[in-house]
């Protein structure tokens, strides 16, 4: 079975500094990864999403995240974070030939001013 | 376009009472999902729909609970006799299809409280 880690529950940040989230996945067959992310009282929507071809990989609001497969890491970056990237972010992995997604825990992201 | 909603927004209800939560997924997504997120823990698939084959139901983590959808339209989850431990925020996903993973998109979620 697969299974998605987020090691850090919770990173603060400072406002203009850069940002890892950690995210590490098991799996015995080929996947594809995502990271979602859940605003303050919204609904989750799609960050970014590693199907095939270049390992990294950009989403929107400047984040990127790079796909390893020797590692089993997807890990989400930012080189300069704004207040508004306040948020719960979660990374999820998708088995080939399945349709579920399977989550990780999430990482809440806080920016400090 | 109108994205998922979900309905009602926050639910309270008295342990060991029935639920019903509705989703409404975007017009033309075929695939629909239902997840269960509970506080402080990442998101546990209950659910999956696509067209008119037979669900999937192997995230579903007791009898009491139970989805109906008509065909590419509006779904419903019940909960029976509710427990604590039921109370979660219920997210329902819907999305183009199926095969490849098309992007989910998500719908606000109902905020369940068993007391």
């Known amino acids: 079975a697969q299974s998605v880690t987020q090691l850090d529950s919770q990173v603060p940040v400072f406002e203009e500094a850069p940002v890892e989230l950690r995210c590490n996945y098991s799996?015995?067959?080929?996947?594809?990864l995502f990271w979602y992310v859940q605003y303050p009282n919204q609904g989750l929507q799609l960050l970014l999403k590693y199907l095939s071809g270049s390992t990294l990989v950009k989403g929107i609001n400047g984040f990127e995240a790079e796909f390893n497969k020797s590692q089993t890491s997807f890990h989400l970056r930012k080189p300069s974070v704004h207040i508004s990237d306040t948020a719960e972010y979660f990374c999820a992995v998708h088995l080939v030939g399945n349709e579920k997604l399977t989550f990780g825990t999430g990482t809440r992201l806080t920016i400090i001013p | 376009g109108a994205g998922v909603s979900q309905s009602p927004s926050n639910k309270v209800t008295e342990k060991g009472k029935d639920v019903e939560l509705r989703c409404d997924p975007i017009s033309g997504h075929t695939a629909l999902y239902w997840y269960r997120q509970r506080l402080g823990q990442g998101l546990e698939f209950l659910i999956y729909f696509q067209g008119n084959s037979a669900p999937d139901k192997s995230g579903l983590p007791s009898d009491r609970f139970s989805a109906e959808r008509t065909g590419e339209s509006v779904s419903t989850l019940t909960i029976q006799r509710t427990q604590q431990e039921d109370s979660a925020v219920y997210l329902c996903?819907?999305?183009?299809?199926?095969?490849?993973?098309?992007?989910?998109?998500f719908g606000p979620g109902t905020r369940l409280t068993v007391t």
């Open positions: 799996s015995s067959v080929s996947v594809y």
């Open positions: 996903a819907s999305s183009l299809g199926s095969g490849t993973p098309y992007e989910q998109y």
